[in-house]
């Protein structure tokens, strides 16, 4: 430890580099600015006086930018609902402090921080890259500090896969299930799309003309698809339109609240997971209702491509997965069928 004459009070170099700021036997602050500099000196006085001068390039300041800019207003509605909550971390955390003072090794301390939420974790570096792209614009910053950063893992112990639907639980839900909770579960396996984008088909999007289809654009990938729809779910869909007090305007939402305004996500989630639990059908979930579907289409007789042009999955390994293991209970079931 360094004491050089003519230094501040309480700074002690520890080593080329390394000053701390040193009192009572404690090295309470480490500077990230050389001495001699006014960014040293604001440093500085932030510790002795307790107080923190709010950067007008803060954090804070800058998601506000992401916020108000085109990149955040295409993100759909789902992504920037589970951004949310990372972004209010990061202004609790980090919102006073100057951009330029961010470094990688900030924000995998903040992603260990967060390890009991892994999901939450890994969204953190996705929120400030998305940041830094704004105020990079904006030079006040000159690169991206979350750039290369990588992802946590989810331990295996903590890995809860999705299991598909069985014909049990399928007979049970549509036997003994709420109307709303039934609309939810047919458009689910019989659009064979993503939860988050169940919420988002409108009236506009169902022609009920002949079998019925659905039209819609995946929030992922934004690919646009034309789904023909089950018998199961066009009874749906017709007993829920008819069910209104009113036609629906075309933008109204199928899947809404009480009031008739939209539902999200979260929301779906929440009264799809009650529905489950009273029912004892709580080990399968709204993802797996996407597999189930998969699964359909594969007893059916489709092929790979054919159940991608359905399900909208741009690789054939997810849908192997799971029209895999269909076609080998389909298989089984004719080997039984021919023995003995």
């Known amino acids: ?23 009572r036997g404690k090295y309470l602050h480490r500077f990230t600015a050389p001495e001699g500099t006014a960014e040293f000196d604001r440093q500085y006085w932030e510790v002795m006086t307790g107080k923190t001068i709010e950067a007008r390039r803060g954090w804070a300041a800058a998601i506000e930018i992401l916020r108000k800019s085109d990149r955040w207003a295409d993100k759909s509605t789902r992504y920037r609902q589970d951004l949310e909550p990372v972004l209010d971390y990061l202004v609790e955390k980090i919102g006073k402090r100057d951009v330029s003072r961010l470094t990688k090794a900030d924000i995998y301390d903040a992603m260990d921080k967060n390890t009991h939420r892994v999901r939450f974790a890994n969204y953190i570096p996705v929120a400030i890259s998305m940041i830094a792209k704004e105020v990079i614009r904006k030079r006040w910053l000159t690169d991206n500090p979350a750039k290369g950063i990588e992802r946590l893992n989810v331990p295996k112990n903590r890995r809860q896969p999705h299991i598909p639907w069985p014909d049990i639980a399928v007979q049970k839900w549509r036997a003994e299930a709420g109307p709303l909770e039934r609309l939810i579960f047919e458009i689910g396996v019989g659009s064979v799309q993503r939860p988050g984008d169940w919420v988002c088909f409108t009236w506009g999007d169902y022609d009920p003309a002949g079998t019925g289809t659905l039209r819609l654009r995946q929030s992922k990938g934004d690919k646009p698809l034309i789904l023909p729809c089950t018998e199961a779910l066009k009874a749906a869909l017709d007993a829920a339109k008819a069910a209104l007090p009113f036609s629906p305007l075309p933008s109204r939402h199928i899947i809404t609240k009480q009031d008739g305004s939209r539902m999200d996500y979260r929301r779906m989630a929440e009264i799809m997971l009650k529905e489950r639990r009273r029912l004892g059908l709580e080990a399968y979930d709204l993802h797996a209702l996407r597999y189930r579907g998969v699964m359909e289409l594969a007893w059916a007789g489709c092929d790979d491509d054919e159940i991608m042009s359905y399900s909208g ?24 069928a021919k023995r003995c």
């Open 1 to 23: 430890m360094v004491r050089k004459a003519g230094r501040k009070p309480y700074i002690r170099e520890v080593k080329p580099g390394f000053v701390y700021f040193y009192r």
């Open 313 to 336: 999955h741009s690789t054939k390994a997810m849908v192997r997965k799971y029209a895999g293991e269909a076609r080998q209970i389909m298989r089984a079931r004719q080997a039984r």
